[in-house]
């Protein structure tokens, strides 16, 4: 017995050559060995020895041999499952008789064969069965890999039979597991259906477009499995038989739970934006509203001797103008439209400033604990923003707890931010009600909230969400319902020294005395009352509603304003493209834009005209026109 290898590599196709006689194995080996790799047995048990550690494409077995013979080395070979198929070719050289010749095709024989051999029709016959083998092997390969690509699909493969009126479903491949795990074997023996796990409110649709009867049925539903798992099906099948007799159908079974998500997030996406772009321009309006009220106020103060019940009526104005200035800032935060002035800031002055806001709303049965350590880092954010988004967390974390309890706000270090990334986490824990966990991922879209009718506007969550995004940080949220609710703002953190608060006197507009200043605005309030603060500072007015008007009039006295402030939306010409015309005529004057709404690329990549919001902070603009 030996391999005569034949350098094709330990894949080939083999060939399995029995004879007592060596010669005889020699001239056969050397006739075979340009189709495949030929192995040699001078014995049936040899050859049987042979066939538990190799494959072969075709056997050929000499008919007379000592101990066991040809015909009864066969039988042995077909009594084994392994090599029950494999092809045998009889070689005689004395037993020629018709009788043998039937002898060894019922042994399963596919030729008989007599010596001496033409070599070359005996390598004809060999090599159609070296083809075969190649080719059912390639099949094999072609059959597991498809069947692994499908087990590594989130499908399933099945045949649907009528019978009776009913359809029964037979699973043949895919990944059944990942949808059923454990009970997968039962539904592939039918013991249990696949229906069972439809979602109740989708299986009138199933059932419904089965009872169709066309050629093609396909139906989206949803499906639970049996440990809680929740998928999104698409079921697909066409018809593999006639219409008239038993009908079949062939169909799969795939898994789009990650593309409906996709599409979920999608839409809100959507909706996020396009109520950013409502919000922005609902905040641009309620600028303009709130620059007019809250410039007349001040001129009504300077100008009226008022008595103190008056005063106090005017207070309550600038502070109800005060708190609507917030409200667009946190509509602005909302659509993450606001102008961010990022600064240092020491995280024991938030806590200190917020204590002092929140001190006054919680009521006597809730309690903060503040955690301010050093950290070695201050918060490098909007400090008006995080102030306001604090409070917000705490309001809420008060209205969680209504039989009241302690609210723990605590700073540190985000233990997973890189070293050149630094960050600081800022804690917000309570001891309330919760959130369920089916709400956690809404909490944070606009008015979406889990307090009752009356007590929440449900924009809270989502302004603060914004604001921690345009800062580039990150929101956290986790909730166990009875057990309270923890909310993590990660920020960005700088080792620089905290900014020191301005204390300019916001009101000052001295600086504007016998100065020139053109106005240009199309809302007439605010151009009245805007107007009317700077000419009580001394400063010589000239207004215009539009930018071609004012344009005209520079053009006949290039010379005369010192400064030139303009809106930026206004019809026809907007402020920018004014302001950039009137420095060409007049390059000396220093001109400065306002806006009361950040929706527009152009503003946020123009850099050569300063910019300020409404309502007008005199002190901002004083830095604008005056850096």
């Known amino acids: 017995m030996n391999l005569l290898a034949s350098g094709r590599g330990s894949n080939a196709a083999r060939i399995l050559v029995v004879d007592d006689d060596e010669r005889n194995l020699l001239a056969l080996t050397e006739v075979l060995k340009p189709i495949a790799d030929v192995v040699c047995a001078t014995s049936g048990r040899d050859a049987l020895r042979q066939l538990l550690r190799n494959e072969f494409a075709v056997i ?121 795990g454990d009970e997968a074997d039962a539904v592939l023996r039918g013991e249990r259906a696949w229906e069972e796990w439809v979602h109740s409110d989708d299986r009138e649709q199933l059932y419904r477009e089965a009872e169709r009867g066309g050629d093609t049925v396909t139906v989206e539903y949803r499906w639970v499995g049996p440990a809680g798992s929740r998928h999104h099906i698409l ?18 079974l795939l898994d789009i739970t990650e593309r409906k998500e996709l599409e979920a997030r999608l839409v809100h996406a959507g909706k996020i934006d396009a109520l950013g772009q409502l919000t922005g321009g609902v905040a641009h309006d309620f600028n303009n509203l709130l620059a007019a009220v809250l410039g007349g106020i001040g001129i009504l103060q300077r100008r009226l001797e008022l008595g103190e019940r008056e005063q106090r009526v005017i207070e309550q104005m600038r502070h109800a103008v005060t708190q609507g200035t917030d409200l667009v800032r946190r509509m602005m935060a909302f659509a993450r439209q606001q102008d961010l002035s990022p600064a240092s800031m020491d995280p024991s002055d938030l806590c200190e400033s917020v204590a002092g806001l929140v001190s006054h709303t919680l009521g006597g049965t809730v309690t903060v604990a503040w955690e301010c350590p050093k950290t070695g880092l201050n918060l490098y954010v909007d400090r008006s923003q995080l102030e306001l988004a604090l409070m917000n967390l705490i309001i809420n974390a008060r209205d969680a707890m209504p039989s009241g309890g302690e609210i723990r706000v605590s700073i540190a270090r985000d ?213």
């Open 60 to 180: 050929l077995l000499d008919v007379f041999m000592p101990e066991l013979d040809g015909y009864e080395t066969a039988a042995l070979i077909r009594e084994r499952e392994q090599s029950a198929r494999i092809p045998i070719i009889f070689l005689s050289a004395v037993n020629k008789e018709t009788e043998h010749l039937m002898r060894g095709y019922e042994m399963g024989a596919v030729d008989y064969v007599f010596k001496p051999v033409d070599p070359v029709i005996l390598k004809s016959k060999v090599g159609v069965f070296v083809d075969l083998f190649e080719m059912r092997r390639q099949l094999e390969i072609s059959e597991r890999r498809q069947a692994s690509i499908l087990r590594a699909l989130p499908m399933a493969i099945y045949e649907v039979t009528e019978k009776d009126g009913e359809l029964l479903r037979q699973f043949h491949g895919g990944d059944l597991s990942h949808f059923l």
């Open 235 to 252: 079921d697909q099948r066409i018809a593999t038989s006639p219409i008239t007799g038993q009908r079949r159908w062939a169909g799969s």
């Open 415 to 627: 233990e997973g931010a890189a070293n050149n990334d630094p960050r600081l986490r800022i804690r917000i824990e309570d001891e309330g009600c919760g959130i369920p966990a089916e709400a956690i991922e809404k909490v944070t879209e606009p008015f979406f909230t889990t307090k009752e009718t009356g007590k929440g506007t449900g924009l809270g969550l989502s302004m603060v969400s914004g604001f921690v995004h345009q800062s580039g940080g990150e929101l956290r949220i986790e909730s166990v319902v009875g057990k309270g609710t923890t909310i993590d703002l990660v920020l960005p953190a700088t080792e620089a020294t905290a900014a020191a608060l301005s204390s300019d006197d916001a009101s000052d507009l001295g600086w504007l005395a016998d100065k020139s200043l053109m106005l240009i605005d199309d809302d007439e309030a605010v151009r009245t009352i805007l107007s009317e603060q700077f000419r009580d500072a001394g400063a010589r007015i000239d207004d215009f509603a539009c930018g071609q008007d004012a344009i005209s009039a520079i053009r006949d006295a290039p010379q005369k304003y010192d400064y030139i402030l303009s809106d930026f939306a206004m019809p026809e010409m907007d402020g920018l493209e004014t302001l950039r015309t009137i420095g060409e005529i007049a390059p000396e004057a220093r001109a400065v834009l306002m806006t009361g709404n950040a929706d527009d690329l152009r503003l946020g990549s123009q850099h050569s005209i300063p910019l300020v919001r409404k309502p007008l902070d005199p002190a901002a603009l004083a830095k604008a026109f005056n850096p």
